[in-house]
């Protein structure tokens, strides 16, 4: 049987690198987008890495050649989200190329948080294209929430209220199940939401955290403005995508962001990971934690 290529953009993040190496687990052969020339070291010598710029859809046609299919990981705050839907699904059609999952995000339809509705409709458009397609909707991620922990001051500060609840997502089950949906059939023309099985609250999980960390941790909400403000100047935001973050909180403050299991535990084949074990995989010196194990490696 001939090797299976995946052409992935959107590689460089923490969502698309557990995603090459789930994919490599299940015999395909990895094909990286990317606009820089050099490949980095984070990636092993297996991965075939193109350049490839999505408001260029000459470029997309030559990286899509011969690929089985497309996985687009798209940008989390850019307003040009539909114009790379766009160019992705022309460069696809003329490189012959068949089949995109869309990595979209949980609850698209939320006209409060504007980079969620322009999700939606990315989702439309690839909806009303010729392209065979799955879209994946993530929760929020483990690893996410765990970038609100400061472990040495035993404070878990989300800049959003402490009693909101959400459905955390493992990055390890994203990244196992999107790969399950590449290398297996039956996925075509299907929307997954993707969700946690626990629905918990930031007092909860820091409840949890402090058990693993075998001292206590406290649950209390950041302010928001100075949280995005930092956040901001750090990544490079410009005033827009700032405000697109902050309106996000918003929403989390007010709603959550909670998501049912099903779904993921039926591509799985098994329950997915805790928020104790998620955690205890991603925490520095806690790695060898149970969700360290991925239970499908070999299903095919």
């Not at 953009?9 to 052969?29: D, F, K």
């Not at 089949?99 to 339809?109: A, E």
């Not at 007092?203 to 901001?232: H, N, S």
Request: charged share 25%; glycine share 8%.
């Amino acid at each position: 049987m001939a090797e299976t290529t995946i052409a992935v953009i959107g590689t460089t993040g923490r969502t698309g690198r557990p995603l090459v190496a789930a994919l490599e687990r299940r015999g395909a052969h990895v094909r990286v987008l990317s606009r820089k020339p050099q490949k980095p070291d984070l990636f092993p010598g297996t991965v075939e890495w193109r350049l490839g710029d999505l408001m260029d859809i000459g470029s997309l046609i030559e990286a899509f050649r011969s690929a089985n299919a497309i996985h687009y990981i798209p940008p989390s705050l850019d307003k040009r989200d539909p114009d790379y839907m766009g160019n992705i699904i022309a460069a696809a059609e003329r490189a012959g190329v068949s089949r995109l999952v869309y990595h979209s995000v949980l609850h698209p339809n939320t006209p409060e948080m504007p980079h969620h509705i322009r999700k939606a409709g990315c989702e439309r458009l690839l909806r009303h294209s010729p392209l065979s397609w799955t879209v994946i909707q993530p929760a929020m991620y483990v690893q996410t929430m765990l970038g609100y922990l400061d472990a040495a001051e035993g404070v878990l500060a989300p800049p959003f209220d402490t009693a909101r609840q959400f459905t955390l997502i493992h990055e390890q089950d994203l990244a196992e199940a999107a790969a399950i949906i590449h290398t297996t059939r039956g996925h075509d023309f299907a929307t997954y939401e993707l969700a946690g099985a626990e629905r918990l609250d930031s007092m909860a999980m820091a409840e949890m955290l402090g058990t693993i960390l075998g001292r206590p941790v406290t649950a209390r909400k950041a302010d928001a403005e100075a949280y995005v403000a930092r956040f901001a100047e750090k990544r490079g935001l410009t005033p827009e995508q700032a405000r697109e973050r902050r309106l996000m909180f918003d929403y989390y403050d007010r709603h959550g962001l909670v998501g049912n299991p099903n779904v993921l535990r039926m591509i799985l084949g098994r329950e997915p990971a805790s928020f104790m074990e998620a955690a205890r995989h991603s925490l520095p010196g806690e790695q060898n934690g149970p969700a360290a194990r991925t239970g499908n490696e070999g299903r095919q």
